[in-house]
């Protein structure tokens, strides 16, 4: 032992031993990181049946060479490391359909005669949906009366063992909320909850208004003894018949609140939505969610300029092709162009040209100025109803179209009273489409729409509120898609419940006019503010677990962050493996003092289709106050490779496994056992390690705000002609960044061929050993921006598996592209491929 201070980390690996089930946990010196220090493992079996409950605490002792008649203890009660014993979850495949109708039904508890504890619950399950691997329904509250109460009683949970509610920071913005019970979500309005229950599936439930989506908000409310409320916005009078609670139970937690959406868009009406776009625009070749932008917030603030945009870019574009760095292909300019009375949030829109005094030329002339630097797409920033105070009065505006006054009232967010005229429902598609075509002539080709939940800051009633929501935003979609084409709209501060089942039921339409827009994930990326960014990481990976079951309409915005602060690593990162856009701000002096290429690649591309799926492991703790990493997976396509992702966002440094075998097999929903090798790459290190079975515990170790990545592929086999050799061969893609094997369209394999004579050897050297040799023909396709690419190799006589052979490559092909050179790296069984797009 060294250094005199040890952490204990469960391995959550359970070893069937006969009818005796062990619990391994390790333990790990958590001074590793020095030089001068060593990692130490030791395991421990230990029978389950000793624990006395499903929860226990454990700890470890030892004697140091200085005081070795005294015992160390590693922490104190309460403090200690935690352990939960849950029984291992039916095989899905196999149990009954009645299995999973019975685990949904247990959920609520059955009516009490005890005066101390609420009213039993009165729901009725209906409309079931039952499947071999899940269960769903529609629970119909059989008394409500939100008019005299401002809640009723839905029910009391069950037997469950964690709790995740999404609940609602203010109208803007849903949050995570994690712990062992309902407690977590006490005085907050909560949109979806996940539970875990005491067999180990996972249950999801959200109320919602089923025959007007559009009329009403219905959220739940906590309270003691995990008890469910409803509330509804505006209140009800009476039970409605369309008031209904959603419920789904599966195996995973992703599927459980998948099943829950599924259920809800199968029950709302079909969209009355007509085509839109009839003459739109056609799509733009750059993605925002496909390549690097930059956004004008956080550099300037409401100060933004025409000579401040360009001269920002111009200093960042030439530095980073100097240095050979990504550099933003598209830029936003943020808050603070438009012609308002104040930059502020009273300010009110007077006209919808750019402001002359800070763009004298008007928004073309900065367009064009940014297209001679490449940049090849710009868009701007707007509010839902124009600006953060609405519309001037006294402007040219209100010349041309009709305005209504509203009050808006005192809210966290808003934090003020005043009024605010608005753009009249009946008159606002006109003034989009005016608005949008102008801002089409100057070149801009997409448009960020803050503020969206704004209406819910009104003294309205809730159908006056939900009539201008559905009319502004109506309004927004069909101009944009008439003058910028599709995926031209970032929805920004939009996490309200309404847009979330207005896109349910908009999904249900046949119009092609709908196309996947970006939905901003969590709340502003806030650079100045420390203690924010641990959070900022882990809320956006948890409200991945609902947002992405919207992926078929929007790609999820995780915000931007500022190049060369301290923890800017791990905001790079996670951006990259985000699934959505990747964009930065900040000056170019910043943006110098950070390597991007090192986890975006040279060109800057974000090739990940989806966003993470968080751990089952990390569902029921807020991560920033738990000793433990944040775990996400992101699977490709075909399923042959995970990207595991994980983050340190606690406050201290962390040593512990990452448990591969288990993640792997719950992202693919396939075995990680039998006839399969698997190549792990680690980012941080760059090594490749190819095993024949993917074993329980990767350890890392790190730092506050550090992230690693583990790509873990599936390799495929190939048998020689002559049957007398196999191949085992993997292209995990462009090492040099972060999502490296997301660049991986296909692995082609030719047929093995035996050696012609006189075949060369390789250009790096001979191959290991002197034994007989076989030539291989390697192909990939991948997409384009990489400047390389890795394959990892094994060769086995098929008499002896364990018996590795030298590897003759006698060609290696990526489609697209011109091989430059290659390299067969003996010692690591590791091929690297260096080539130019043709």
Known sequence: MSGGEWQGTPLIRTTDVGDTSLLELGFLDVTQLDEDHRIEQFHLDLPASVAVAKRFEFTVRWKSADTPEEWNWASSTGHNARVALRPRLADSGKAPASYWR????????????????????????DSWQVLSTSASCMFKPCEFDNAASGADFFGQLEAIDGMLAFARKDPFWIIPRAGADASVAAGLDVVLVLVELSSGAYAALMPFAKDAPTKHTVVFRTGPSNTLYLRASPALDSAPSSIRVAASVSRHAHDAIHDLFERIQQTLPH???????????????TSLSGSMGYCTW???????????????????????????????????IDDGWQTTTQDNSQGQLSEISANNDKFPGQLKQTVQALAELGVTRVGVWHALW??????????????????????????????????????????????????????????????????????ETLELDGSDAYAMYDAYYDAVESAAL?????????????????????????????????????????????????????????????????SRQLQSRFAVDWDMFQPGKPESHIHAAARTLSGGPL????????????????????????????????????LFADMTATAGFLVGSTTLVDESAVIISVYNVFHELIVAPVLVSQIFADSTASDSTGDNRYAIHQQSTGRVRICQTLGDMY????????????TVARMAMFRSADRSATLYAICIGDTSRYAGIGVVERNVFGVVQKPAPGTPVPRSGSPLGSGSQRQWILRARVAGGCNGITFALQACESTSEAHSLPVSVQSVRVQGCEIDEWEYLNDTDVLTVAFQAT
């Open 102 to 125: 019975q685990q949904l039904r247990s959920l609520l508890r059955p009516a009490c005669s005890d005066d101390t504890l609420p009213p039993p619950a009165t729901a009725i399950a």
């Open 271 to 285: 969209s009355g939505i007509d085509e839109l776009g009839t003459h739109c625009q056609p799509a733009h070749a």
């Open 298 to 332: 956080n550099t300037f603030y409401q100060q933004v300029s025409h000579g401040g945009v360009v001269s920002v870019l111009s200093e960042i574009c030439r530095a980073g092709r100097t240095a050979n760095q990504p550099v933003p292909e598209w830029v936003v």
């Open 386 to 455: 124009g600006y953060w105070g609405g519309i001037d009065p006294l402007g040219l505006l209100a010349q041309r179209y009709k305005l209504e006054k509203y009050q808006r009232k005192w809210c966290p967010a808003v934090k003020t009273e005043s009024e605010v005229w608005l753009i009249s429902k009946t008159c606002i598609a006109a003034f989009y489409d005016e608005f949008y075509q102008w801002l089409h002539g100057q070149g801009v080709t997409f448009v960020k729409v803050d503020y969206q939940a704004a209406f």
């Open 482 to 546: 008439k003058y910028f084409g599709p995926g031209s709209v970032v929805y920004c501060m939009a996490q309200t419940p309404h847009l979330i089942l207005r896109t349910l039921q908009h999904l249900n339409s046949t119009t092609t006019a709908l196309q996947r827009e970006i939905l901003r994930n969590s709340d502003d990326y806030y650079p100045d503010e420390p203690e924010s960014h641990g959070w900022h990481i882990y809320c956006n990976m948890a409200n991945a677990l609902w």
């Open 583 to 618: 964009y930065i701000t900040g000056s170019a002096t910043n943006y110098s003092h950070q390597d991007l290429a090192s986890v975006l690649g040279h060109t800057g591309r974000t090739p990940l289709p989806s966003p993470p799926l968080i751990s089952s492991s990390c």
């Open 699 to 710: 350890t890392l170790a790190l730092q506050p705000l550090a992230c690693d990545v583990l």
